[in-house]
């Protein structure tokens, strides 16, 4: 049942207040009637999750997969024994670990904030900064990072792999491979795993067509997200993860947020003055559910978040409305935890 035809219902009807049962019919008929018009706009700038992430590239065969999904959760790997993927991408935390800035091997402290993994193969680089290419470069390169699994250098982790026995899992994930343990087939191991997180929302139903599948505070909310800009940056299937953008367009980040001294983002990579304070747009799929926000983590609510990027990158004022809605738009974004997302 919709929600005109829940205002239709006979018993419910005699219930509510005469003024209050019509005010609500015409809300909801005035949603309705405004729902394609917002629907077609929205197909020109958004597109539903595919079924999978798997590319020519980086296929996900279900052998590489299991792997993938077993060296994830894997803390043996590490340095120390205290570190897997899952350390900093929870699976009940929607795919990040709640905290402003990562924790990895020997308590060394990470740059920046965790994103989630979950969807992240749709993104266009991997990293704040754009430093990785993809999942599969990000995972390669996080088994030598100081503050992920702090392993010296790659020869000291392909001899781990082969005395914890996974020799046999290689063969399986990569055959034809003389030999099959190195580094790279670590990252499209883990790659492949990660490529099949993938979590569609309520707001692919409506994509979809079913414009009944979003509340008509969370279409408002929709609207406005086009409407003000916020779709310039947050766009395509991830909601972003396509783009570089400065961050503080309409004003210092960081006096913003309350921190003391700000990151100059992929300026540290590149040393192209044009990339001072630049990151990469995050994708916004499942925002509601992963705070603190922001490469530094500095910002816990998700209505707070919006207020900034408004003033920041926009340079509006959104109102509490404006903010409401937005955020109403946002959860339905949420999309379920994947089945196979769930430590062993």
């Known amino acids: 049942m919709n929600l005109f035809q829940y205002f239709r219902n006979a018993k419910i009807r005699q219930a509510l207040p005469h003024g209050l049962l019509w005010s609500a019919l015409?809300?909801?008929?005035?949603?309705?009637?405004?729902?394609?018009a917002v629907l077609d706009q929205a197909r020109t700038l958004f597109q539903p999750l595919?079924?999978?992430?798997?590319?020519?590239?980086?296929?996900?065969?279900?052998?590489?997969?299991?792997?993938?999904?077993r060296l994830f959760f894997d803390k043996r790997l590490s340095l120390d024994g205290t570190v897997s993927c899952e350390t900093c991408h929870l699976p009940g935390?929607?795919?990040?670990?709640?905290?402003?800035?990562?924790?990895?091997?020997?308590?060394?402290?990470?740059?920046?904030?965790?994103?989630?993994?979950l969807n992240a193969a749709l993104q266009f680089k991997a990293h704040w900064d754009g430093g990785r290419d993809s999942v599969e470069?990000?995972?390669?390169?996080?088994?030598?990072?100081?503050?992920?699994?702090?392993?010296?250098?790659?020869?000291?982790?392909?001899?781990?792999?082969?005395?914890?026995?996974?020799?046999?899992?290689?063969?399986?994930?990569?055959?034809g491979e003389a030999d099959s343990i190195k580094p790279e087939n670590w990252g499209k191991a883990i790659g492949?795993?990660?490529?099949?997180?993938?979590?569609?929302?309520p707001f692919d139903d409506f994509l979809k067509g079913n414009a009944n599948s979003l509340p008509s505070e969370a279409q408002r909310g929709l609207k406005t997200f086009m409407a003000v800009g916020c779709s310039n940056c947050h766009n395509g299937m991830a909601l972003g993860g396509n783009?570089?953008?400065?961050?503080?367009?309409?004003?210092?980040?960081?006096?913003?947020?309350?921190?003391?001294?700000?990151?100059?983002?992929?300026?540290?990579?590149?040393?192209?003055?044009?990339?001072?304070?630049?990151?990469?747009v995050p994708g916004l799929r499942n925002v509601a559910k992963t705070p603190p926000y922001f490469?530094?983590?500095s910002i816990d609510d998700l209505g707070q978040a919006v207020r900034l990027m408004g003033k920041l990158q926009l340079g509006l004022d959104l109102?509490?409305?404006q903010v409401q809605s937005l955020v109403a738009f946002l959860n339905s974004l949420t999309g379920a935890i994947p089945k196979p997302f769930a430590a062993p």
Do not use: C
């Open 26 to 36: 015409a809300v909801t008929a005035l949603a309705q009637a405004d729902a394609p």
């Open 50 to 69: 595919p079924d999978t992430m798997a590319t020519a590239d980086n296929p996900t065969p279900p052998d590489r997969v299991a792997l993938g999904r």
């Open 93 to 117: 935390l929607h795919g990040m670990d709640g905290q402003p800035k990562s924790i990895g091997v020997q308590h060394r402290p990470n740059a920046r904030n965790a994103p989630t993994v």
């Open 137 to 175: 470069d990000q995972a390669t390169r996080a088994l030598i990072g100081p503050a992920s699994f702090g392993n010296p250098d790659y020869p000291a982790v392909i001899a781990k792999l082969k005395s914890l026995g996974y020799e046999d899992d290689f063969r399986k994930a990569f055959p």
């Open 192 to 201: 492949s795993y990660e490529r099949t997180l993938v979590t569609p929302a």
């Open 243 to 280: 783009a570089f953008q400065k961050f503080g367009i309409f004003g210092d980040y960081w006096t913003a947020t309350g921190q003391s001294a700000g990151d100059e983002g992929r300026f540290a990579l590149t040393q192209d003055p044009n990339d001072r304070y630049r990151f990469k």
């Open 295 to 297: 490469h530094d983590g």
């Open 319 to 321: 109102n509490p409305d």
